[in-house]
């Protein structure tokens, strides 16, 4: 697996789906539930800077509390992490996924290649996976799930 080709691919379904999204839609609910796709975006954003934290644990080292509140808080980590953007604009919601998403490129660039395929590399996900798997699942599955919401609500404001 190119973990670089797959992050690379997630991040464009989601730039993608939001291309040309007024911002005047960026803020009704029930894109995800309640959230709306300022929200999903701002989730996304948290799970992205989460990565950044695992990515940096396994260069540098170094404290992880984002990647801590994540393990620790499960589902009350999006009751934390999204209102830590509703004063923000869509833009600015978007620009700090990309800015986290860009930090995740050039952080997995310095990783050697067998590390992300590695078992046990992240042993809070368990010690039989490794950093690839939490890649495909909880980073591209992800964001091809959020994508495909955002893409219904479109077709739904669209009508």
Known sequence: MNTLDVLKYGHQTVLQTL???PESEWGTGGVCGVWSVKDVVAHLASYEEVLVEILTSLSSGGPTPLLDQFNDRGRDFNAIQIPLRQGKTPAEVLAGY???HDRVMELTSKIPADTPR???TIP???MEYAL??????ANYGHKREHASQIAVYRDHIQK
Do not use: M
């Open 19 to 21: 291309d040309g999204l």
């Open 98 to 100: 990309s800015h986290a």
């Open 118 to 120: 590695r078992p046990g």
């Open 124 to 126: 809070w996900y368990g």
């Open 132 to 137: 690839d798997d939490f890649i495909v699942y």
